[in-house]
């Protein structure tokens, strides 16, 4: 078994190539000189910059987290490059004819074509190549509808107002390290705002990749869902496959006013290192949603990929009546690191949350589910469901809960279940019997162990997610 | 570092006595501990306002201070007054197979054994253990002679007068095959300050029955530990029964050291006016087979603060190991607050580990139904909140102890104030 175990640790991280493509890459380190720097090439205005910089002064004097269970050695943020981008890029192809076609095999290579006649129809997608966004497509058509859609770097000449009423509102500045430092040196990312009562008319979709080496990246995303309006969106990420670890450190910030909805949804597939444990993106992220009155936010991520893995999506449930939730399935293996859930602020009254997270550990990893509930004076009626799910395969990994829950308010009513097992001997015999090999049936364990929250992605992510995490558990029973 | 801090170090380091180069190891490990402040984990809850600002002396007198009665219980009564440990207390003679002594009067042998075992199942994590190690003015050491079985239980009471400080430790020996039931309870006035730690050691198919009493209100400050080390084939049953003060925290720790190791922990507590109550419960499965089923429910009225921190950790050997926590809470009061982390570590795969957690009210159609019987609203609140604690109660193994226990929580029921 243990073989066999070593035999799929050992497979390839299919999306482990690296482009060919000339780069514009600041020299490694980090100052007001390079954050000043970062905000010409954007020719952002002033206060963008004041507000970068005083994060940085902020981020100076923060420490960095060490309460989760992850165990990494220090990262020198001198010895990264805070910005990278495709030569091509400098002068803002105004089509994707002008795109440079190296760009547009990457991405088709990794199964996102960005010609908009090759997609599957109802996807917008944002292609963000280490610093910058590539292509926003579908653009004409989400205009019709008042939806914007681009980098955020363009909306900060464009719509400067949205983004200076909402930035950092979600997530404070200071809020915490990674996020601190991703205040002070963002590169790009998405911009979204879905107009009063518009109900998005197709799903939109950001690809992260990391090409340069020794390069971080710090992308940011803000989502605003005006009064009553409906977005799905989708994120997806992979990074070459090297040697040396690389920063990733986002923020995500969404915001639904009355009666909105946002459905966010992650697959994340970032390089987790080889077999032991050597190279792979340290994936440190801070996403959370803020939700007014009868507005709902709900999380779905799948977790596969990253070496270490930071990450707690939240809710805070401000409006009465608004709604949270998270679902998750974490996969680790090989030495694979993961530390993530989520947190619930319930401040409204009759605010509910539901939480389900599926951990799966294999080979030498380690997966964690760390949750925050909180229900405050005001939080009248509220109601929290929380369960977490572990499952073990392999005696050298482990699987972890952190429940934290506050209760200040007698009329909540908190629930919260975790159980740990593994594959079953029985189940592995049931399936065996009737003629499925070891290895589909684990998979067909997994899957059905995952269901409830591979259900909540949207179908084309749905597919994308079974499949990685077949292939991640290819051969790892015997 | 606390004031407070500062002065029992200095007042630690004149202690000469058998347990010195322990002493000094504690005291070792006291220089690089950060006093914590709501950064640190295991106190993000519990402020230590109070013992910063304790205004609590160790006494020389014991004032006479006598434990409370138990009917039809007939202990074997082990006395701390006032940190100190009273003889004239404790029975002339002892059943056979059972010896309790201080430390300082064991025999050199006895002694150096003593001074061995010290220390060595309370984890070194817990800053008031190591303050306890340092400070603690007497200590006794009672052990059980192999195969023995010793029907009465030894009560171990440490009594506080008005604005005393103490520090008492207990160090428990249980012989293979042996059994014991140890009650340790503490008794305060107001504006004490007491530390109490106890160790037990329970050998190969030792069977421990364990009770610890938290009954003190008011303005106390009571930190103590229990913590169990338990071999191949040991059991151990324990209840824990809290009622919280100005700030009450109680460190448990089961290690499961041998394997078939068979732990249950029952806990509750029951909190009122300003009051607080911390328990942090740790199970280490370090060995196969190990079982452990864990209980705890707290109800939390008017200003009070409950906290709790349940933590299982399944170590790589501990394969077959059967855990289970149950953590139940009711609020009864919109300033009360409920803090509860029930933590799962696990590096072993065939294992079957679960938590569970739930705060919530009590049941409005229960008391509805009840009021309809023509039970008053604040009866009616009385009468479940005693089910709900009474349910554990009825698992206590001694009757004795339980018909005791009975009427003060029914009491304690009727004086919490229902808003």
New interface residues.
Partial sequence: MTEQIDKALAREYEAGFVSDVESETFEPGLDENVIRRISEMKGEPEWMLEWRLSAFREWLEMEEPE?A?VDYPKIDFQSISYYSAPKSMKDKPKSLDEVDPELLRTYEKLGIPLIEQQMLAGIAVDAVFDSVSVVTTFREKLEEAGVIFCPISEALHKYPDLVKKYIGSVVPKKDNYYAALNCAVFTDGSFVYIPKGTRCPMELSTYFRINEQNTGQFERTLIIADEGSHVSYLEGCTAPQRDENQLHAAVVELVAMDNAEIKYSTVQNWYPGDENGKGGIYNFVTKRGICHTNAKISWTQVETGSSVTWKYPSCILKGDNSVGEFYSVALTRGRQQADTGTKMIHIGKNTKSTIISKGISAGRSNNSYRGLVR?N?GAEGARNFTQCD?L???????????????????????????????VSDEQMFLCRQRGLDPEKAVSMIVNGFCKEVFKELPMEFAVEAGKLLEISLEGSVG | MSEWLESAITRAQGINDWLTPKRAHALDLLANTKWPTRKTEAWRYTPLRPVERTQAKVMSDKFNLLPVAITDLSAIEVVFANGQFDQAQLAQTLPEGLSIALGGDLNSAQQADALNAFSTIKPERHIFGLINDALAQDVVVVSVAEGVEIAQPVRISTLLSQGSESHTRVQVVLGAGSKLTVIEDVQAQGDSLNTAFVEYDIAAKAHLEHYRFALQTGSNVAIGGSHFNLHDHAKMHSTIIGFGSELSRLDTDIIHAGEFADAKLNAMYLLDGKELFDLHATVEHAMPNGKTEENVRCIVADRARAIFNGRIHIHRDAQKTLAELNNRNLLLSDKAEINTKPELEIYADDVKCAHGATVAQIDKQALYYLQTRGVSRSKAQVMLNFGFINELIDLMPNAALAEWVRPIIRERFAQMEVK
């Fill in positions: 309460w269970l229900m004076p572990s073990l395969i392999g005696d050298q990994c482990g699987a972890h809960t952190f429940p934290y829950v506050e209760s200040r308010n007698p009329s909540a009513i908190i629930e919260h279940e975790a159980t740990t097992s593994k």
